[in-house]
């Protein structure tokens, strides 16, 4: 039977005006459909009174319709935004990509249509593995991120740095769950696979920018082929050091190595400054002998091509010659000679010696002829060394000896 059957009044149980069953009516609420209604007649009564305004108590529909193109309108603009130069917009449309706007104003079909998100592309980001530093700067370490295994099976602590930024917009947004996490786990990833392949000394002293390199390398092709729109523009390694238990141990190490490279350039830079020095003693010795043997046969040329030339001459006048030779001879024994001949006819002569510059080897040699040609006796001679002296009649007995005449 119905609840509000004709001729059967009291059957609402809503309790209408003038049915009795209202006592049994539930208490009115903030969402109920009566007050619905009243709010839409409500509603409709001021659009009444506006349509009643626009058409000046004409028609009334020609006020509705440009309320409703206003609101058109002002729906359209709202489908307008910019794009500064350093973002990208991902236009979607009921979730869907449709394009990725640069630079400048654009258009979109209004919410609920199509929506945009502004994406900042040239923003710097940081990524930390291995250690977690907060707003003071004050790092934290992260065990099972930092510590890893090298391939002679020894344990390094690495902490490391990723600076990266957006590529693509519309893969970074819908290709990835979470990109960011994905980006670390990937860097983590080739920062233990490099560090695998090589040994701890290689990891920790000569081969840190050669890790760095290799970890960016491979972590950025990962990010391509999982298509995650993030590029590395650099990684950077923080602290690579042994663990914390054998950090004493590896120091003296570190030590001894670095004593015997310097003990090496010391002995290097020793060798490269006696080396030149002995080549190049070596090559003055050689210079003199070469010189001292164009020396010796210049001169024993000379002296033959002299000998030659004194036979001619001798040929021509012999005695002539033969005083020449005995003059030239006896000036060059008493030139090496420290010893003083004085020849003089009568004794009553007065006779200066400059022994100051006899000794000091200035002093010139003058020779006097006797009545002999073959005799010449000197006056005052000075010479540096020498050891033998006679008189004058002992140089007469010798030559008179030698038959010179």
Do not use: C
């Not at 990725?100 to 994406?119: C, D, F, S």
């Not at 819908?174 to 696979?193: K, M, W």
């Not at 090559?283 to 070469?290: D, I, K, P, V, W």
């Amino acid at each position: 039977m119905a609840w509000n059957e004709p001729g059967k009044p009291g059957q609402d149980p809503w309790g209408g005006p003038g049915n009795q069953g209202g006592q049994n009516r539930p208490p009115k609420r903030g969402n109920d459909d009566s007050d619905l209604d009243a709010l839409l007649k409500k509603a409709q009564g001021i659009l009444g009174g506006a349509n009643d305004k626009f058409s000046g108590g004409g028609v009334g529909g020609f006020g509705g319709s440009l309320i409703v193109a206003v609101i058109v309108v002002i729906w359209l603009l709202s489908g307008i935004y910019i794009v500064d130069p350093a973002e990208r917009g991902v236009v979607t449309r009921f979730g869907a990509f449709v394009e990725e706007t640069k630079a400048g104003p654009h258009w979109h079909l209004p919410y609920p249509i199509e929506t945009v998100r502004i994406v900042n592309v040239d923003q710097i980001r940081t990524a930390e593995i291995g250690y977690r530093s907060d707003s003071r700067n004050r790092a934290g370490n992260v065990p099972n991120e930092s510590l890893m295994l090298t391939k002679d099976e020894n344990i390094v602590d690495l902490k490391i740095a990723v600076q990266y930024k957006i590529q693509s917009a519309n893969q970074y947004l819908f290709n990835v769950a979470d990109p960011d996490d994905t980006l670390r786990a990937v860097t983590e990833s080739a920062l233990r696979e490099v560090v695998g392949q090589n040994t701890m000394d290689f990891v920790l002293t000569e081969g840190r920018n050669e890790v760095v390199l290799k970890v960016q390398q491979l972590a950025q092709a990962n990010l391509d082929d999982y298509r995650v729109g993030l590029l590395l523009t650099s990684v950077n390694l923080q602290d690579a050091q042994p663990p914390e238990q054998v950090q004493s141990a590896f120091a003296d190490v570190v030590k001894a190595r670095e004593d015997r490279e310097r003990l090496i350039n010391e002995a290097e830079a020793y060798a490269n400054d006696i080396l030149p020095k002995a080549r190049g003693a070596a090559a003055r010795q050689l210079e003199e002998a070469s010189a001292y043997h164009d020396q010796v046969i210049a001169q024993a040329t000379g002296e033959a091509a002299r000998f030659t030339s004194i036979v001619s001459e001798y040929k021509k006048a012999p005695e002539v010659t033969r005083n020449r030779l005995y003059i030239d001879a006896i000036s060059n024994v008493l030139s090496s000679t420290s010893k003083v001949f004085v020849g003089s006819e009568s004794s009553n002569n007065l006779l200066y010696l400059p022994l100051d510059k006899m000794v000091s080897g200035q002093a010139t040699v003058p020779f006097k002829l006797e009545e002999s040609p073959a005799v010449a006796t000197p006056m005052v001679n000075n010479s540096q060394s020498g050891t033998a002296g006679s008189s004058r009649s002992n140089i007469r007995e010798y030559l008179k000896n030698r038959e010179l005449r």
